[in-house]
């Protein structure tokens, strides 16, 4: 363990950063905010630390309405780097390991990590966190890993489409359906509707990998045709009822790339 000076940035993420880089080993994050916990997301993009994480229910939850930050945080729980627990006690923002405990403390146009080696100090605070997190309820993102859905995509559906979904979830800043911000179902449908896929193949994957269910598919399906962003053509079948081919309903959404594809239909539901 190298950490024994303070550490300032200019955003959270440097001071973040910086930190796992040096502590070589694993670490506690107590009490992040919803910012903290993207600053951590987009340190551990970058280095190979693994983050153990206690946070409020309410800022978790609020995690996980966002899905491009859900599933980034999945991806790394797949891969046993990050653990998100539930732990409503209110704290100061610290990282805790064995041998010393940083405070994040945002300053203006700054951010400051300070730290202390103090070992009663570290020991303490050590042991009641390392206690506090093995008691903590584990939290459910209830979203897939990026990988997995990339990969289960393009099994399914092709790889046109899974890059076209990921480079629409690209152009977006947050994937949360509020107001005029597109959900993670609209997108996918968009994405197949320019690729002029299935509704029941793109449904199918959807509930299948937990992005969705069939049902919510179904309604925001419904839900863009009413507004004339999409277009449904019966495809008969051998067996059972004609399925759905899904089509792009408004002239100003062909012929753009996916990226531009979100940013029109932004505009267009924003009216």
């Given at each position: 363990?190298s950490?024994n000076?303070n550490v300032?940035?200019?955003?959270?993420e440097d001071?973040?950063g910086?930190?796992?880089a040096?502590s070589?080993?694993?670490?506690?994050?107590?009490d992040?905010?919803?910012?903290t916990?993207e600053?951590?997301?987009?340190?551990l993009?970058t280095?190979?630390?693994?983050?153990?994480v206690l946070a409020?229910e309410?800022?978790l939850?609020?995690?996980?309405?966002?899905?491009?930050?859900?599933?980034?945080a999945?991806?790394y729980e797949?891969d046993?780097?990050l653990?998100?627990?539930?732990?409503d006690?209110?704290l100061n923002?610290?990282?805790v390991a064995?041998?010393?405990v940083t405070?994040?403390?945002a300053?203006g146009s700054s951010v400051?990590?300070?730290?202390t080696?103090?070992?009663?100090?570290?020991a303490?605070?050590?042991e009641?966190?390392t206690?506090?997190?093995?008691?903590a309820?584990?939290f459910?993102?209830?979203?897939?890993g990026?990988t997995?859905v990339?990969?289960?995509?393009?099994e399914?559906?092709?790889?046109?489409?899974a890059?076209d979904?990921?480079?629409?979830?690209?152009?977006?800043d947050t994937?949360?359906?509020?107001?005029s911000d597109?959900?993670?179902?609209?997108?996918a449908?968009?994405?197949a509707?320019k690729?002029?896929?299935?509704?029941y193949?793109?449904s199918?994957?959807g509930?299948d990998?937990?992005?969705a269910?069939?049902?919510?598919?179904?309604r925001?399906k419904t839900?863009l045709?009413?507004?004339g962003?999409i277009?449904?053509e019966?495809?008969?079948?051998d067996?059972?009822?004609p399925r759905l081919?899904?089509q792009?309903g408004?002239?100003?959404?062909t012929?753009?790339s996916?990226?531009e594809?979100v940013s029109?239909?932004q505009?267009?539901l924003a009216?």
């Amino acid at each position: 363990m190298s950490i024994n000076t303070n550490v300032f940035g200019e955003r959270i993420e440097d001071v973040l950063g910086e930190i796992l880089a040096e502590s070589g080993g694993e670490m506690l994050l107590v009490d992040p905010t919803v910012e903290t916990l993207e600053a951590l997301l987009d340190v551990l993009d970058t280095t190979t630390a693994s983050v153990k994480v206690l946070a409020t229910e309410s800022e978790l939850k609020e995690l996980s309405r966002d899905f491009k930050l859900a599933s980034r945080a999945a991806d790394y729980e797949d891969d046993d780097r990050l653990s998100l627990r539930v732990y409503d006690e209110p704290l100061n923002t610290v990282l805790v390991a064995d041998g010393f405990v940083t405070a994040l403390v945002a300053g203006g146009s700054s951010v400051a990590g300070l730290t202390t080696t103090d070992e009663s100090f570290v020991a303490e605070a050590y042991e009641q966190h390392t206690t506090a997190f093995e008691s903590a309820e584990p939290f459910d993102l209830r979203t897939p890993g990026t990988t997995h859905v990339n990969e289960t995509l393009t099994e399914s559906l092709g790889e046109q489409t899974a890059t076209d979904f990921e480079a629409a979830l690209d152009a977006m800043d947050t994937a949360r359906g509020d107001d005029s911000d597109l959900s993670e179902v609209t997108i996918a449908l968009l994405v197949a509707a320019k690729n002029e896929e299935l509704l029941y193949d793109i449904s199918k994957w959807g509930e299948d990998t937990g992005v969705a269910s069939k049902a919510t598919f179904s309604r925001t399906k419904t839900n863009l045709e009413d507004r004339g962003l999409i277009d449904t053509e019966k495809v008969p079948i051998d067996v059972g009822r004609p399925r759905l081919r899904l089509q792009l309903g408004d002239d100003r959404l062909t012929d753009v790339s996916a990226g531009e594809l979100v940013s029109v239909a932004q505009s267009v539901l924003a009216k």
